[in-house]
């Protein structure tokens, strides 16, 4: 696709980059963790920001900026704006069981649609276990053979696999609706105390006496 110039994408950046400036200036913490993934997107911002806002002759810039550049900017604008609730697979798009259900088709189910993660809600909708693509490794590994293949074993009777703070390989962690996306963005994939960080579950707090609102992985961060 064929890249344009235009004084008019010249300007708009300006007013974008204005943006970021409020931001950086608002909410240093957010704009900080954002830079620390994006340092050279940054700086390149600001390095043809001052080139255009110190180097113009006769109301003529210096460069002139494309409608790519001009869309990277405006993009990392809305990243930096975004909040959880805009990027979590919501709770009723999401796939969800209870400790009732049978292990077998949520096995399968996972398998049919490329499922990592299926949080098992209580009658609350407050979640306490999460069946993991590992957790059903690991069951494998300890079960009798074809033993969880039997459709009338139930999520209950492997619990102790799915509980999250017993999760060996992964930590889970709450956020509240109003979280930012970037802050979460640099949440998830930290290892901590040898656990790697995988999914966040949005409530409205962040609390996890709260019901869930939506999920969010990697599959999220990569797609908004």
């Known amino acids: 696709m064929e890249n344009t110039f235009s004084v008019e994408f010249t300007t708009l950046f300006l007013q974008v980059y204005k943006e970021l400036e409020e931001i950086e200036y608002k909410y240093p913490k957010r704009f900080e963790t954002y830079k620390m993934y994006h340092q050279g997107q940054i700086d390149g911002f600001r390095t043809l920001r001052n080139v255009l806002s110190h180097n113009q002759s006769n109301n003529m810039y210096p ?20 909040k959880a609730i805009d990027i979590c697979t919501r709770k009723e798009f999401l796939f969800a069981a209870n400790e009732n259900d049978s292990l077998y088709k949520i096995i399968n189910k996972m398998n049919e649609s490329n499922y990592s993660y299926v949080p098992i809600l209580d009658s609350n909708g407050l979640i306490k276990y999460v ?9 494998l590994a300890n079960s009798k053979e074809g033993m969880i293949y039997d459709s009338s074993v139930l999520v209950k009777d492997y619990l102790d696999y799915f509980d999250i703070n017993k999760n060996p390989n992964e930590r889970f962690i709450y956020v509240s609706k109003d ?7 640099a949440e998830l994939g930290k290892m901590i105390n040898k656990k790697i960080t995988s999914v966040a579950f949005v409530t409205a707090n962040g609390k996890p006496t709260e019901k869930i609102l939506g999920m969010i992985n990697a599959w999220n961060l990569l797609n908004f």
Not at 63 to 82: H, Q
Request: net charge negative.
């Open 131 to 139: 069946v993991t693509g590992k957790s059903i490794i690991t069951i």
């Open 179 to 185: 979280d930012y996306a970037s802050d979460i963005e």
């Open 63 to 82: 460069a002139i900026v494309s409608e790519s550049y001009l869309n990277e900017i405006k993009d990392a604008v809305r990243r930096l704006k975004t």
